[in-house]
């Protein structure tokens, strides 16, 4: 059973950075048949998609946050990581890594989801 | 990107049927997933593939999707059914993964 697990800050300085990562066990980020993705929820709201990776590297981003995402993968360590740059309260959230299926392209498995809050 | 539209809210009696509706400019012609989120908890997959159900999941779930409208059928509702549901698509066309806007399922 591929489990996927969100670790980082819970606490970033508004125009600062937000850095997470998600590592991936019981399975590889170099399979085809799925790819990875971030997903984030603000208090009260509803589901946002942030962007995707696939086996191959490559990305595809919401275009409300492109300018400010990027997401990557490092296979040797079986995780993939999120950067979102110069965060407003806006950005206050739960985020969710997830394994989506190339095949279809639903959510596999979820994360448990770490809040995130922007304050000063 | 690729809009869904999903009524904010529903109630429903125990035992009752509830339809959750999902709008979107032909979505007959994509896959449409649904997922259950109860309060602080991350989402599950209930149906994906338009009909399919994961296992575990009751066959008291099922989906149907046709033109402009996707449906997610919850039959002989339960208490435990409470909780927000979202639909999921992925538009090929923008290579935008989008969600619903979320229905929040009230059992009387």
């Known amino acids: 059973q591929v489990q996927v697990q969100e670790s980082g800050p819970g606490l970033v300085k508004p125009a600062e950075t937000l850095s997470l990562t998600c590592s991936v066990s019981?399975?590889?980020?170099?399979?085809?048949?799925?790819?990875w993705g971030w997903i984030r929820q603000p208090p009260g709201k509803g589901l946002e998609w942030i962007g995707s990776v696939y086996f191959s590297g490559s990305t595809h981003y919401n275009p409300s946050l492109k300018i400010r995402v990027s997401i990557n993968t490092d296979t040797s360590k079986n995780k993939f990581f999120l950067k979102l740059t110069s965060v407003t309260a806006a950005d206050t959230g739960v985020y969710y890594c997830?394994?989506?299926?190339?095949?279809?392209?639903?959510?596999?498995?979820w994360g448990q989801g770490i809040l995130v809050t922007v304050s000063s | 990107s690729y809009v869904l539209t999903q009524p904010p809210s529903l109630s429903v009696s125990p035992g009752e049927t509830a339809g959750i509706t999902c709008g979107g400019n032909?979505?007959?012609?994509?896959?449409v997933h649904w997922y259950q989120q109860k309060p602080g908890q991350a989402p599950v997959r209930v149906i994906y593939?338009?009909?399919e159900r994961p296992s575990g999941i009751p066959d008291r779930f099922s989906g149907s999707n046709s033109g402009n409208t996707a449906t997610l059928t919850i039959s002989r509702v339960e208490a435990g059914d409470e909780a927000d549901y979202y639909c999921?698509?992925?538009?090929?066309?923008?290579?935008?993964?989008?969600f619903g806007g979320g229905t929040k399922l009230t059992v009387l």
């Open positions: 999921q698509v992925w538009d090929s066309r923008s290579d935008y993964l989008a």
């Open positions: 019981g399975g590889s980020t170099t399979r085809s048949d799925y790819y």
């Open positions: 997830a394994r989506i299926a190339s095949t279809g392209n639903y959510l596999l498995s």
């Open positions: 593939l338009d009909s």
């Open positions: 032909n979505i007959g012609s994509k896959s």
